[in-house]
Every structure is written in structure tokens, then in C-alpha cells.
T-cell receptor, first 113, second 112 residues
Framework: GESVGLHLPTLSVQEGDNSIINCAYS??????FIWYKQESGKGPQFIID?????DKRQGQRVTVLLNKTVKHLSLQIAATQPGDSAVYFC????????????FGSGTRLQVQP | EPEVTQTPSHQVTQMGQEVILRCVPI?????FYWYRQILGQKVEFLVS????????KSEIFDDQFSVERPDGSNFTLKIRSTKLEDSAMYFC??????????FGEGSRLTVL
């Protein structure tokens, strides 16, 4: 069945370093991908999205890369800050008109000062 | 900045009791959703709601669950007879025609 999974449950980085969080998905029909950040006790917060007709999209300090050939998604955070410490989820849906997102299991990012 | 508001923030209930979780979505949103997150686990889709009807639901959303938006403002999730395994954070979300989902802060449900 469909699954969206993450390679590492916890990622620890030094403040100022770049962070890379990875995600694998299995549904080849996945069309729309989103990265969410979830801080403790809060709801998921949208970071960046990408559609399957793109392989890269950049935001402020964040870049999402999509490799459809190997069904892999990554989130790169430049110059990681203590405020970036959170759990990061990738999510996908096979249809941008369908909002039943399938979430991955999450990676905890810990930023060391 | 507009936000999705959920109440209560935490509810403790006895097994078998009915629970209603409430959400006030952002005013220009057209699609509404409920997701849940069991402690330490990933966020799971429950149901989506558009044009006053359910547009999609997951296997989790069985006959014990229902949603409604009676007054065009509040979007509610009702659990008719709670079970221990219903204990989770329940997130309401909304979106416009296309684009990102905006999530609320969640309602924590504890079933004893």
C-alpha cells in the first residue's frame, strides 16, 4: 500500500550548519508533496511544497528537492538556527485536488548551539 | 494573521462518552479537514469536507465519527462513543481551492 517514510528519526546539527532531511515515498502516483514543521504542542506548520512536474523549489532558507525516479524527497535548511528545532514531516497526495495527505513518520531536528 | 482556532485545547473523558471537538476555520477557506496524531506517531487523515458534505474519509473515520458545519462557521468533529484508542491530538485544517493546508493548534483528547 501507500507509504511515506523517513530515513532517520533524529538529526542533530550545529547551529549555522546546513540540515538535510530525507523522505522516501512509495506511491508512484504521488503528485504533490509538502514539508511541515511541528513544534512541541503545536499543529503542523507549512514550510514548502512541490509538485511532481518540478524537481527543485526554493523558499527562504529552505529548498525542497524531488527525485521521482527513486521516489525521494529532501528538505534542505540553510544556516540552521535554534528556532528550527522541531519535528519535520513530509506529506504527499496523488492529486492536488485531494487533500487527504499521507504523512511520513517524522524526523526530529535538534540544533546544537 | 488569520488562524484556525480549535476548542477545547484539552478534553478528558470517560470511555463510552460522546465528545465534540470544535474548529473555527479561516474565513476564506473552502475545504476543511480533521487529522489526528496519536502521541509520538505520525499525523493521520480522518476526513475532508467541502460544500457541506464529506468529500473523502479514511478507514479510521468509522460510524463513531461524524462532522458537520451547521452555521457556516464552526466545523465540528463528534465521536459518539469514545474508546481508549481515540486518545490523540485532533487537528483541524483548512485550505482554499489550491494550496497549503493551515492547521490549528490541536485538541488533545484523553479517554480514560
Amino acid at each position: 500500500g501507500e507509504s511515506v517514510g523517513l530515513h532517520l528519526p533524529t538529526l542533530s546539527v550545529q547551529e549555522g550548519d546546513n540540515s538535510i532531511i530525507n523522505c522516501a515515498y512509495s506511491n508512484s502516483a504521488s503528485d504533490y508533496f509538502i514539508w511541515y514543521k511541528q513544534e512541541s504542542g503545536k499543529g503542523p506548520q507549512f514550510i514548502i511544497d512541490i509538485r511532481s512536474n518540478m524537481d527543485k523549489r526554493q523558499g527562504q532558507r529552505v529548498t525542497v528537492l524531488l527525485n521521482k525516479t527513486v521516489k525521494h524527497l529532501s528538505l534542505q535548511i540553510a544556516a540552521t538556527q535554534p528556532g528550527d528545532s522541531a519535528v519535520y514531516f513530509c506529506a504527499e497526495t496523488p492529486d492536488t485536488g485531494r487533500r487527504a495527505l499521507t504523512f511520513g513518520s517524522g524526523t526530529r531536528l535538534q540544533v546544537q548551539p | 494573521e488569520p488562524e484556525v482556532t480549535q476548542t477545547p485545547s484539552h478534553q478528558v473523558t470517560q470511555m463510552g462518552q460522546e465528545v465534540i471537538l470544535r474548529c473555527v476555520p479561516i474565513s476564506n477557506h473552502l475545504y476543511f479537514y480533521w487529522y489526528r496524531q496519536i502521541l509520538g506517531q505520525k499525523v493521520e487523515f480522518l476526513v475532508s469536507f467541502y460544500n457541506n458534505e464529506i468529500s473523502e474519509k479514511s478507514e479510521i473515520f468509522d460510524d463513531q465519527f461524524s462532522v458537520e458545519r451547521p452555521d457556516g462557521s464552526n466545523f465540528t468533529l463528534k465521536i459518539r462513543s469514545t474508546k481508549l484508542e481515540d486518545s490523540a491530538m485532533y487537528f483541524c485544517a483548512g485550505s482554499v481551492e489550491a494550496g497549503e493546508l493551515f492547521f490549528g493548534e490541536g485538541s488533545r483528547l484523553t479517554v480514560l
